[in-house]
C-alpha cells in the first residue's frame, strides 16, 4: 500500500508543478504590455522557437520567441530576474529606445532586426 502511494503520489506532484509554473506563466504574460518593463514582439528575423515540455503543451502553455525589456520601469530587477525564470526559451531584447544600462547577458535590438506589430 505504501509504494503504491508514493507510486501515484510522485507523478501527481510533478504535475501539480508543471500546472503552478503554467498558471504562473499565464499571469504573467497578461501584464506584458500593460505597465510591465516586458513587452511581447514579433521580430524580423524572428528568433528561434524553442519548445517548452510536452505536460506544460498539454496544460495549455506555449512558447515565446522574443520579449522585450525596458530597464527603467524595473529598478531593482526583480521582474527581469523572474521572467528569465519563468521564460528560459524566450530571448529577451533591450528595448531598442531606452538609454538605462541593461542586465548581463542582454543586450539591445542590433540594425538589422525590427520589430513587427
Partial sequence: MLLAVA??????????????????????????????PFKQVALHPADTLHDVPWLRRFLGDEPWRSLMYAPEHDPDGSQFRRVRELFPEATIWGWPLGKAPLPAGIKRLDQNRWIMY
Fill in 7 to 36: 507510486a501515484l503520489t510522485m507523478p501527481l506532484g510533478w504535475i501539480a508543478r508543471e500546472w503552478s509554473i503554467v498558471r504562473e506563466r499565464q499571469e504573467i504574460s497578461r501584464r506584458f504590455d500593460d505597465g510591465s
